[in-house]
């Protein structure tokens, strides 16, 4: 198993940019397939970036092409999202979840991060 941890919400203007992190426990980082997911209010969950186990291959949304960028540190069980140009729809809970990469569906799941994007 493993256990998320968010971190690097905020509140942020319109334009202005943000990192997110996430701190898995245990010593098996390296096996999980990673995501970002989001919900806003009101909203389903929705995902926003995945990265397979070796960082080789990332996946996005189509609303966060060339404005976001996943990343992951295998050595410091850590997985990122950089999110610059924020726009006021980009306001929502983040979460980041992990999967094997044998199983459709990400099991474990982190408690979510608020960020805030102002007009």
């Known amino acids: 198993q493993v256990q998320l941890v968010e971190s690097g919400g905020g509140l942020v203007q319109a334009g202005g940019s943000l990192r997110l992190s996430c701190a898995a426990s245990?010593?098996?980082?390296?096996?999980?397939?990673m995501a970002w997911f989001r919900q806003a209010p009101g909203k389903e969950r929705e995902l926003v970036a995945s990265?397979?186990?070796?960082?080789?291959?990332?996946r996005y949304s189509e609303f966060v092409k060339g404005r976001f960028t996943i990343s992951r540190d295998n050595a410091k069980n850590t997985l990122y999202l950089q999110m610059n140009s924020l726009k006021p729809e980009d306001t929502a809970v983040y979460y980041c979840?992990?999967?094997?990469?044998?199983?459709?569906?990400?099991?474990?799941w982190g408690q979510g991060t608020q960020v805030t994007v102002s007009s």
């Open positions: 979840a992990a999967k094997s990469a044998f199983v459709a569906q990400y099991s474990y």
């Open positions: 245990g010593r098996t980082f390296n096996t999980y397939e």
């Open positions: 990265i397979n186990r070796s960082s080789g291959i990332s």
